[in-house]
């Protein structure tokens, strides 16, 4: 592999999504975007061979109970933190535009019948936009993965106790990342406007670059072992 190839990590923020930039062998060289559609991520001037989001790709037809097998699996190893992983529901949900219409398209499309929440509705626009760029050609480059399960396995598969939006919480993230390989002052020293992406978007973003990087190692984590495919043809996978 090589390891001076570019990967990227994604997170979505208020002010469209933060990118952090790195060839994958050398977390000391990241860099930091700002981007306003998703779209703008695979057309970097960088190229990243590698891009790891933190956004559902595969939607399922019928959401079970706790969402798609690779989201039950994925909240297994985090304790307290098994919450950030929430259920996905079903591709019929997350086309809708109206919170109510929403809640009655999952409840079509779901087994037992549920409504859902409006945070994950919140999601859902996000979650649109790329959706509708995904193929299963391209989820060879792009690929969905979750940043507490990244810092699970940094944490030597140990899950976190302290949640991200409490300062200690994020001051331990950033410590597994500098032990991963990143300068400390690299958290310092960015200009992102805290109105387009708060602090915890930033080490989430860093975390999946870190997952993207990994895959590219070839040391990354998966769940499940083998996924199932959406009825697009998409894999319903998690890394970390």
Not at 46 to 68: H, K, N, T, V
Not at 103 to 113: E, L, N, T, V, Y
Not at 148 to 165: A, D, H, S, T, Y
Not at 194 to 215: E, Y
Request: with cysteine.
């Amino acid at each position: 592999m090589n390891h001076n190839a570019w990967v990227a990590g994604v997170d979505g923020c208020r002010g469209g999504w933060i990118v952090v930039l790195r060839p994958a062998g050398d977390p000391a060289k990241a860099l930091v975007r700002l981007v306003p559609q998703f779209r703008d991520v695979l057309e970097l001037p960088e190229a990243p061979i590698m891009i790891a989001i933190d956004i559902p790709i595969g939607l399922p037809d019928i959401s079970g109970l706790g969402g798609r097998r690779c989201d039950i699996e994925a909240r297994r190893p985090l304790g307290a933190r098994k919450s950030s992983v929430f259920a996905v529901p079903a591709r019929a949900a997350v086309a809708e535009l109206d919170y109510g219409a929403a809640c009655r398209a999952a409840q079509r499309h779901s087994d037992p019948p549920r409504k859902i929440s409006k945070q994950t509705f919140n999601l859902f626009a996000k979650i649109r936009e790329v959706d509708a760029l995904m193929t299963p050609a391209l989820q060879d480059r792009v690929r969905e993965c979750h940043p507490e399960l990244v810092f699970w396995r940094l944490n030597g598969q140990r899950p976190l106790e302290l949640p991200k939006k409490v300062n200690d919480g994020l001051a331990l993230r950033r410590r597994l990342l500098v032990q991963a390989g990143y300068p400390n002052a690299i958290f310092s020293r960015q200009s992102i406007p805290k109105s387009a992406a708060g602090a915890d978007d930033v080490i989430d973003a860093f975390a999946n670059a870190t997952a993207a990087a990994d895959m590219v190692l070839g040391t990354a984590h998966r769940v499940p072992d083998t996924p199932l495919c959406d009825g697009r043809g998409l894999r319903m996978e998690i890394w970390g």
